[in-house]
């Protein structure tokens, strides 16, 4: 498994960076890949080819790879097998994905809030992130030069949808500064220091968080796409699972656990043994 993810990491990193040889030339580079259906469709983490969606390139279903009048791009294969119950009724699935952004960067295999490229969901920048003229499609970050290959490869990049809880508790007070304020929030300091008509400034530039630029450009996208779905922003939220974590620190941590705690039991085995 580790070769495997070395492996991995070094051809991602020769697709983003090339190869710069004796002579100082920079050679791009492009992968390809081919091998039997077999290999193919482990390699691409897809359906065998008896599969209902069995295609590697499309979304061809098997009732239909007879008809030749249909037009099936090379787009990939994004479809899904779901799930057939005991009254044979069909069920497509559909997988999404929220959390805090610590969680969700690692997931996705992207770079940390602190870096260049930031964003989980387009190509803005550190420097950019202020900016509110700008217009961030939710396409995917693919300036991140460090990316990693997701975790959850079944699950669509606009499926990712930010935390609704972290999103406001990290944004509420200033956003609500922003909203009265407008094109004076991000206003620099105007006059000298100890002058009595020095306007003092409220924020720079730099004080722009990634959750405000996710509020700003992104949640617009993604409450529109939920609607389509029948869905809602508060299906996406954490605060059962924050409430449940603050409810076993307040149980289980609220004595002492030197040696064991006061039963001579570890916390976990107690928290393990309370849940199940």
Request: aromatic share 14%; charged share 20%.
């Amino acid at each position: 498994m580790k070769i495997g993810k070395l492996f991995q990491h070094q051809l991602s990193d020769l697709q983003d960076n090339g190869i710069i040889d004796k002579d100082n030339v920079h050679w791009n580079i492009e992968l390809f890949f081919s091998g039997d259906w077999k290999f193919m469709y482990i390699i691409m983490g897809l359906n065998a080819p008896n599969s209902k969606f069995f295609c590697l390139y499309c979304n061809c279903s098997s009732e239909l790879r007879w008809n030749m009048d249909i037009n099936f791009e090379n787009t990939g294969n994004t479809a899904y097998n779901g799930i057939i119950d005991k009254d044979n009724v069909h069920w497509n699935i559909e997988l999404f994905f929220s959390g805090d952004w610590k969680f969700m960067y690692i997931i996705m295999g992207l770079n940390a809030p602190n870096s260049k490229f930031f964003c989980l969901y387009c190509n803005c920048s550190s420097e950019l992130r202020w900016n509110m003229d700008i217009n961030f499609e939710n396409t995917g970050n693919t300036a991140c030069k460090n990316r990693k290959p997701a975790i959850f490869l079944a699950i669509k990049q606009e499926n990712y949808i930010s935390d609704e809880l972290h999103l406001l508790l990290r944004i509420s007070d200033i956003l609500m500064k922003c909203s009265k304020l407008g094109s004076l929030f991000c206003r620099p300091t105007q006059g000298s220091t100890n002058n009595s008509n020095q306007i003092q400034g409220l924020y720079r530039k730099e004080d722009i968080t990634p959750y405000m630029h996710v509020f700003a450009k992104h949640i617009s996208q993604f409450l529109q796409r939920l609607k389509e779905k029948d869905l809602s922003l508060k299906f996406f939220s954490t605060s059962s699972i924050e409430k449940k974590n603050h409810n076993q620190v307040r149980l289980f941590f609220g004595g002492t656990t030197m040696e064991g705690g006061t039963d001579g039991k570890s916390v976990v085995y107690n928290i393990m043994s309370f849940e199940n």
